[in-house]
């Protein structure tokens, strides 16, 4: 703050404050820190939505096998409740993913005798444009469409 003896004297006397330059400067960084946060958790949502998926096929997997001891075969009824089905909701509570049952074609392609569960992305989850789909087997073998990488982690 200027003394008296200064403002007698003629000195400008300086101004607080925060000029338009500098609120506007805070501001497109404020808003370039927020576009990457919110395409950072929209990443992180999907791939948290995906869980949805990847349990619900472990427990196909887990029913199939219990279906196949007491039936002899493997099969393709994903909803009705045991001993008919496998009591799997599909499509998720949540709605993000849909499941098939088919025999697998890479090994007999027969139900009897092997299965193919299949999740398929729906709704906004389809914008997990890395996973759209998964499966697995009843080997065991887990994949994704259109790539395999990270899809099951």
């Known amino acids: 703050m200027p003394t008296r003896a200064q403002v007698a004297a003629g000195y400008p006397h300086r101004m607080r404050g925060v000029t338009l330059i500098e609120l506007m400067v805070v501001l497109a960084i404020v808003a370039i820190l927020a576009s990457l946060a919110v395409a950072s958790y929209r990443r992180y949502v999907l791939r948290a939505n995906r869980t949805d998926a990847t349990s619900a096929l472990l427990r196909i997997q ?3 096998e219990k279906y196949f001891l007491q039936n002899n075969t493997y099969t ?3 909803t009705d409740q045991p001993p008919t089905g496998l009591g799997v909701a599909s499509p998720t509570p949540s709605g993000f993913y849909k499941f098939v049952i088919t025999g697998d074609p890479n ?3 027969n139900i009897a005798t092997s299965f193919l569960a299949t999740a398929t992305a729906q709704s906004t989850q389809t914008q997990d444009t890395s996973c759209v789909t998964l499966t697995i087997t009843d080997q065991g073998l887990r994949n994704s469409a259109p790539s395999t990488t990270d899809c099951w982690r």
Request: charged letters at 20%; aromatic letters at 0%.
């Open 76 to 78: 393709t009824d994903v």
């Open 62 to 64: 887990v029913g199939e």
């Open 107 to 109: 090994s007999t392609n």
